[in-house]
T-cell receptor
Framework: SQTIHQWPATLVQPVGSPLSLECTVE??????LYWYRQAAGRGLQLLFY??????ISSEVPQNLSASRPQDRQFILSSKKLLLSDSGFYLC?????????FGPGTRLLVL | GEDVEQSLFLSVREGDSSVINCTYT??????LYWYKQEPGAGLQLLTY?????DMKQDQRLTVLLNKKDKHLSLRIADTQTGDSAIYFC??????????FGAGTILRVKS
């Protein structure tokens, strides 16, 4: 069966510091991968998605970037965090029409 | 553009049925989804329906789709306190992306 991992689970970072969030998927190959942000515990905003290694599509202009160095690894990064980057970051994978979500990383920027 | 709307909040008594409603705008959506999010956790896929279906039943869950009105509903029979969560409706677009509603908070009173 497939599983999706995210780490860290929780992160507190100062404004201006860098960020690296990691997502890995097990039990499948060549999945589509997604990063979402959920602000204030409610709606989800798609940030990036990837259909293959090195292929990244950005959905909204922002302070963040994504990379996919390996087939089942998706990384969300920032060089300098802003206060507005605080939120709950969710990674998801799909093969076909259905997306499956990881447990999320809660990021607080102070 | 694509838009998915849900009511903000629903409160029911334990044992009653819950009905969560959703409207969407993209008539070309092939699949529509219901996800559940418990506090501090990622999204759990509850069920989904293909756009050429009117109804899908899965144990206590019944999904109704009115494609003409672009209206989707989730009925939970015999609602339990463990059903308290945020429920997200989502529509698929472009095969790779999901557009989510803002979520409906379901509160179950014992």
């Amino acid at each position: 069966s497939q599983t999706i991992h995210q780490w860290p689970a929780t992160l507190v970072q100062p404004v201006g510091s860098p960020l690296s969030l990691e997502c890995t998927v097990e039990g499948t190959s060549n999945p589509n991968l997604y990063w979402y942000r959920q602000a204030a515990g409610r709606g989800l905003q798609l940030l990036f998605y990837s259909v293959g290694i090195g292929q990244i599509s950005s959905e909204v202009p922002q302070n963040l970037s994504a990379s996919r160095p390996q087939d089942r690894q998706f990384i969300l990064s920032s060089k300098k965090l802003l206060l507005s980057d605080s939120g709950f970051y969710l990674c998801a994978w799909s093969r076909g029409e259905t997306q499956y979500f990881g447990p999320g990383t809660r990021l607080l920027v102070l | 553009g694509e838009d998915v709307e849900q009511s903000l909040f629903l409160s029911v008594r334990e044992g009653d049925s819950s009905v969560i409603n959703c409207t969407y705008t993209d008539s070309s959506s092939t699949y529509l989804y219901w996800y559940k999010q418990e506090p501090g956790a990622g999204l759990q896929l509850l069920t989904y329906i293909f756009s050429n279906m009117d109804m899908k039943q899965d144990q206590r869950l019944t999904v109704l789709l009115n494609k003409k009105d672009k209206h989707l509903s989730l009925r939970i029979a015999d609602t339990q306190t463990g059903d308290s969560a945020i429920y997200f409706c989502a529509e698929s677009i472009d095969g790779n992306k999901l557009v989510f509603g803002a979520g409906t908070i379901l509160r179950v009173k014992s």
